[in-house]
Nanobody, 124 residues
Framework: QVQLAESGGGSVQAGGSLRLSCAAS????????MGWFRQTPGKEREGVAG???????TYAESVTGRFTISRDNAKNTLYLQMNSLKPEDTAMYSC??????????????????WGQGTQVTVSS
């Protein structure tokens, strides 16, 4: 059974840092593309960052230069390092995976598998 489990969320003051982790089940191997998404109540899910099987990554403009996506294929784990956090980064963050990501690495419709999410709250 394919599973994705996020961890590392929490509350932090503006300017602080957090590192999110997403542990994937063994079926999600290095051939999969993966991504981080976030959502706040009443808004659509937003693609924050994505990474393909070769390690190429893409970011939303709002997080470029502050967030870094990475993966450890040996541990089947995806990471999101978040620095210089802002109150507008407050959201539920979820990781996702797909074998092909045919619609792009930051598009919801590209991904078949999703985690439950971890809450990030940034206070001013």
């Amino acid at each position: 059974q394919v599973q994705l489990a996020e961890s590392g969320g929490g509350s932090v003051q503006a300017g602080g840092s957090l590192r999110l982790s997403c542990a994937a089940s063994a079926q999600i191997d290095s051939r999969y593309c993966m991504g981080w998404f976030r959502q706040t109540p009443g808004k659509e899910r937003e693609g924050v960052a994505g990474i393909d099987r070769y390690g190429w990554s893409t970011y939303a403009e709002s997080v470029t230069g502050r967030f870094t996506i990475s993966r450890d294929n040996a541990k089947n784990t995806l990471y999101l390092q978040m620095n210089s956090l802002k109150p507008e980064d407050t959201a539920m963050y979820s990781c996702a995976a797909d074998r092909y990501c045919t619609s792009g690495l930051r598009q919801v419709r590209s991904f078949s598998y999703w985690g439950q999410g971890t809450q990030v709250t940034v206070s001013s």
